[in-house]
C-alpha cells in the first residue's frame, strides 16, 4: 500500500481527478475501450465535479460503473446512481456509458445475473478508485455483512447482494476478486477516523477489515 497524505482535500481531489484521468488517457491510447469503477458515498462528489469536465478525454469509449449500489430507486438521496448521474456523468463525461448495478426489482437477487452479465465485457476494471468506511469496509464489503466469506472467495462471481447490519438496505457490489482484478486502484478518505481505521487494519484479518483485499496493489490518498 502507498499512501498519500494531501494537506487539504481540494488538493486532494484534483490530483486524484488528474491521476484518474492521465490513467484513463493511456489506458485508451492502447485499448479500443477503458474501464471506470467508481464508488458512492459521501466522500467522491468533488473528485467526479472535476473529472466531468475533462473534455480532453473521450468519454464515449469510456464504461462507468459503481462499486457497489444500494437497492433503493434512482430517485432516492440514498442512490448512489443518483450521485454519479448528477455529478459524475454531465458535460463532456455524459458520453461514457453507464452501466448500472440497479434495476427497479425488489430485491438484488432478482437482477443480479443480468447485471454481471453487463459488466463482464468491461473487466478487469482499468481504473478503480474505491471509498473506505470508518468501520473498513470497502465497496458494500461490510464486516459482519452475510455473504462476506463469499465475497472474499476466490471464485466469487462477479456481483453479490449483501445484507449488513451497518448498511441502511440490502446491497449489490463487486465482489474482492474482481476488485483485486484491476490495473490500477486508488482509494480515497478523509479525516483522522479513516486514518486511524486504515492503520488499524494492519492486526485484522479481512473478514474483520475488508478494505485489506485490496490494500496491497493500492495507493490511499488521504487528507484531513
Ligand atoms: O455506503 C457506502 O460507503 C462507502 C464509504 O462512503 P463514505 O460516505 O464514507 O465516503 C462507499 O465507498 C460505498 O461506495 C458506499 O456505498
Not at 93 to 115: G, I, K, N, S
Not at 168 to 189: C, F, K, N, Y
Amino acid at each position: 500500500m502507498r499512501l498519500r497524505e494531501y494537506p487539504d482535500a481540494e488538493m486532494m481531489m484534483m490530483d486524484l481527478a488528474d491521476q484518474i484521468s492521465s490513467e484513463l488517457t493511456m489506458a485508451l491510447e492502447t485499448h479500443e475501450r477503458a474501464s471506470l469503477c467508481v464508488p458512492g458515498g459521501t466522500t467522491p462528489g468533488p473528485v467526479f465535479d472535476m473529472l466531468a469536465g475533462r473534455s480532453s478525454l473521450d468519454w464515449s469509449r469510456i464504461a462507468v460503473f459503481l462499486n457497489d449500489e444500494r437497492w433503493v430507486p434512482e430517485d432516492s438521496p440514498r442512490s448512489n446512481t443518483r450521485l454519479i448521474r448528477e455529478r459524475l456523468l454531465t458535460g463532456p463525461a455524459a458520453a461514457a456509458t453507464y452501466l448500472p448495478l440497479y434495476a427497479p426489482e425488489a430485491r438484488p437477487e432478482d437482477a443480479m445475473e443480468r447485471l454481471a452479465e453487463a459488466i463482464a465485457p468491461h473487466l478487469p476494471i482499468q481504473v478503480l478508485l474505491l471509498g473506505m468506511g470508518a468501520d473498513m469496509h470497502t465497496a458494500s464489503l461490510f464486516p459482519g455483512a452475510d455473504r462476506l466469506a463469499e465475497a472474499l472467495a476466490p471464485d466469487a462471481p462477479i456481483l453479490l447482494p449483501m445484507r449488513a447490519e451497518a448498511a441502511d438496505e440490502p446491497r449489490i457490489t463487486l465482489s474482492a476478486p474482481v476488485l483485486q482484478g484491476a490495473l490500477s486502484t486508488h482509494i480515497l478518505i478523509t479525516g483522522e477516523a479513516k486514518l486511524a481505521a486504515l492503520h488499524r487494519t494492519r492486526g485484522l484479518s479481512n473478514e474483520e477489515a475488508p478494505v485489506r483485499v485490496v490494500l496491497g496493489e493500492a495507493t490511499v490518498h488521504w487528507a484531513p
